[in-house]
Structure formats: structure tokens, C-alpha cells
């Protein structure tokens, strides 16, 4: 288990991992699927939505409440990420580079 920002998760050897929003008491959460490894996860400050991008080079970006995929992108390996306080925006942070992904309206 490991607790980061308010949030707390955990992974198996096949790339699940269970993600905790620890700021809305444990009650927003959500389940990635990557192959290997989850290298950075997010909650939008809205809290109705969740990212996550593992060694597998995807970004998966969910609705926490139904765990439904809202998108998911291949890109480069992503070293942190972060939702803009209003949630529409998405930022990737890789080595060298900057992606922003628009979510729509928050």
C-alpha cells in the first residue's frame, strides 16, 4: 500500500491497480488496467474523474462512478500527471515534453 497526495493504492504483478481517493474518505475509486506496472495516477478535483498511465505506455482516463473508460491514449512514458483545478484539463509530464489533454467541459 502506498499513500501519496491524499491518495492511497496498490497493484498486482498484472498491472491492476487500485486507486483510493483518501481527500473524499475513501469513497472515490477505481481500478486501472495496465500490463505492468502503473507509474502515475490522478483524481480530477472534481472528483468525478480518474487517470492513471502505466509502463505499458496508456493513459487510461475513467469515470470513477460506473469505471467506465471515458479515453484512453497511447503515449510516452509519463512521469507524473495532474488535473487543472477546474478538471477540464488533463496534464502529461514526460521526459522532455508536456501533453495536454482536454476532458471537456468539468
Known sequence: VRALAGMAGWSDADGNATVLDLRRNG?????????????????????LLAASSGIDNMLQVQVPANQAFLYTRSTDEVRTMSFSPDSRW????????LVVYDNGSP
Open 90 to 97: 488533463l496534464a502529461l509530464g514526460h521526459l522532455g515534453s
Open 27 to 47: 469513497q472515490t475509486k477505481f481500478q486501472a488496467q495496465h500490463v505492468g506496472a502503473v507509474n502515475a495516477v490522478a483524481f480530477a478535483p472534481n472528483g
